[in-house]
Every structure is written in structure tokens, then in C-alpha cells.
């Protein structure tokens, strides 16, 4: 008995075959939008995730002011833990009533905050950058608070003290500006 030969194999060439390309892509679940507003090209990126999504589009100057804030927080912090009276005393132009024990307490603070800005300056992550922001406007906002109580119960104004205000002032508003700079959305394009 002869074997009888199978017709010979076509080739389907699917570049060219517009509905089946676009019937495959629907079963993979691909070409569509997401939550996002992403189209994704293949699977495998919509697996993995689009690396250009969560690349952070720098505001200008935000480098240079972690950069400050890291070295100001580690250069008080410092100056707290070696020379807590000089620091009281550069503040609020007065002897220092209470202990030691709580400048250098603070400037213990200060070390830590002062290391995850260091931290925060060699990341990329818009959430990490985002939070150090927050942390750094609401110190700011916080040591505004306290030294106008400080300064209002002993009815002094030292000029160091009013120079410390409109300073912190200044830096909630410029952590405030770059905290919602970082989390604004890209403009589609």
C-alpha cells in the first residue's frame, strides 16, 4: 500500500495578516491600555513593567538642594553632639538653664535624619526621594513651631532665633515646592 503524502505546508505569514495579528495580540492581552494609560508592545513588558515609568523626571535643582539639606542636617547634628552650649547659645543668645543631655539628644535626631538624606541623594526612586522631602518640610515645620513657642514664653527675640524662623520658613516652602514637583505626573506625550 502506498503512504499517501501530505499536502505540501503553507506558510502563513502573520506580518502581513492584519486580523490575526490583532486577534493574537487580544488573546495575549496586549496593545491595549492598562490602569496606567499604557500601551504595552509585548507580554514580556507588560510582565516586567515599563522601566520609563518610574524613571523620575528631575525638577531643576533638586539634586543641589538634597545635597545642602544633607550637609546642613550632618553640620548641626555635629555641631549639637560636640558643642551643645555654643549651638543654645548661638540660637537664643543665652546661657543654656537646662542640661546638656537634650541638645545632644537633638542633634542624635539630626545624625539620623542627616543619614537617610545622604541616602536619599544617591536614589532614583520617586517614592524614597518623595518621602525624605516630606520628612525634611515637617522638621522644618516642626523646629518652626517650637522656637516661636521658645522665643514668644521668654518674651525675648534674639536675632539668631528670628533669623533661624524665616530660614526654616524658607526651607518648608522650598521641601514643600520640590515634595510636589517629584510626585506630579508626566505629560503624555
Avoid at 516642626?142 to 514668644?152: N, R
Avoid at 528670628?162 to 506625550?189: E, M, T
Wanted: proline content about 3%; overall charge positive; aromatic content about 10%.
Amino acid at each position: 500500500m502506498a503512504a499517501k503524502q501530505p499536502p505540501p505546508l503553507m506558510k502563513k505569514h502573520s506580518q502581513t495578516d492584519l486580523v490575526s495579528r490583532l486577534k493574537t495580540r487580544k488573546i495575549l492581552g496586549v496593545g491595549g491600555e492598562d490602569d496606567d494609560g499604557e500601551v504595552h508592545r509585548s507580554k514580556i513588558s507588560q510582565v516586567l513593567g515599563n522601566e520609563i515609568k518610574f524613571a523620575v523626571r528631575e525638577p531643576l535643582g533638586l539634586r543641589v538642594w538634597q545635597l545642602v539639606s544633607a550637609v546642613m542636617f550632618s553640620g548641626v547634628a555635629i555641631m549639637a553632639l560636640a558643642f551643645p552650649d555654643q549651638l543654645y547659645d548661638a540660637v537664643f543668645d543665652e546661657e543654656s538653664a537646662s542640661s546638656k543631655a537634650a541638645v545632644r539628644l537633638y542633634g542624635g535626631a539630626l545624625l539620623s535624619i542627616s543619614l537617610i538624606m545622604w541616602n536619599a541623594l544617591y536614589t532614583a526612586e520617586k517614592v524614597v526621594i518623595r518621602w525624605t522631602l516630606l520628612t525634611e518640610a515637617c522638621y522644618f515645620a516642626v523646629q518652626f513651631l517650637v522656637t516661636t513657642v521658645s522665643l514668644v514664653e521668654s518674651s525675648r527675640i534674639a536675632t539668631g532665633a528670628v533669623l533661624l524662623l524665616v530660614s526654616r520658613a524658607l526651607f518648608v516652602l522650598i521641601s514643600i515646592y520640590y515634595y510636589y514637583q517629584v510626585g506630579r505626573r508626566p505629560k503624555k506625550v
